[in-house]
């Protein structure tokens, strides 16, 4: 078994590569949970292998997890005083849930790119009396959304930051070279 990173990493030197020996490379893994940076050193050419991370790793509780879980928060701040919604077996954490995890996870999260140009998304929540003239609909602000993406992507920054910092204190210099 290997970690999520070793996987990546051995799958970008599988296939075609400018990466040779003796290249540095730090690779960001962005999953669900957490954010992970390693770093390592290419220690033979073809077939290419690899050292172990040069560097301690850096990483923090920021993935994907952490847009779903400021979402909720959002909705609970949105949806706070509603309490109408719950009845006939409908509660809000459940209408906060089907929001969250259906809505923003398939309709919002994946496409939505921070911008001051970004448009305000609207979701259905049903028996929802939040504004007269459109009931049944929840508006989400495009500066609520811009907030909280930022907020985990300076997070993730600061993960790739902390590693190069790291990589160049141990006198290695990172491939800065983009495949073609």
């Not at 073809?46 to 172990?52: I, K, M, N, Q, V």
């Not at 879980?69 to 809000?92: E, I």
């Not at 999260?109 to 259905?124: C, I, M, N, P, R």
């Not at 459109?134 to 930051?161: F, G, W």
Request: aromatic share 6%.
């Amino acid at each position: 078994m290997i970690s999520e990173p070793e996987a990546a990493a051995t799958r970008l030197l599988a296939g075609p590569s400018v990466i040779k020996e003796g290249d540095v490379f730090t690779i960001l893994d962005a999953g669900g949970g957490t954010c992970d940076a390693l770093t390592y050193v290419v220690t033979q050419g073809l077939p290419l292998r690899l050292s172990r991370q040069v560097v301690h790793h850096s990483g923090d509780s920021c993935g994907f997890n952490a847009l779903n879980d400021a979402f909720r928060q959002l909705l609970r701040t949105l949806l706070a005083g509603h309490d109408y919604l719950s009845q006939d077996g409908a509660t809000l954490e459940g209408y906060i849930c089907k929001l969250a995890v259906h809505d923003f996870e398939h309709l919002i999260k994946a496409g939505w790119v921070v911008s001051e140009h970004s448009k305000d998304y609207s979701l259905e929540v049903i028996g929802l009396k939040f504004d007269a003239g459109d009931p049944n609909q929840l508006t989400i602000r495009s500066e609520h959304l811009n907030e909280i993406y930022t907020k985990v992507c300076k997070k993730v920054s600061a993960i790739m930051e902390q590693q190069l910092h790291a990589a160049a204190q141990s006198g290695l210099e990172v491939l800065s070279r983009k495949s073609p």
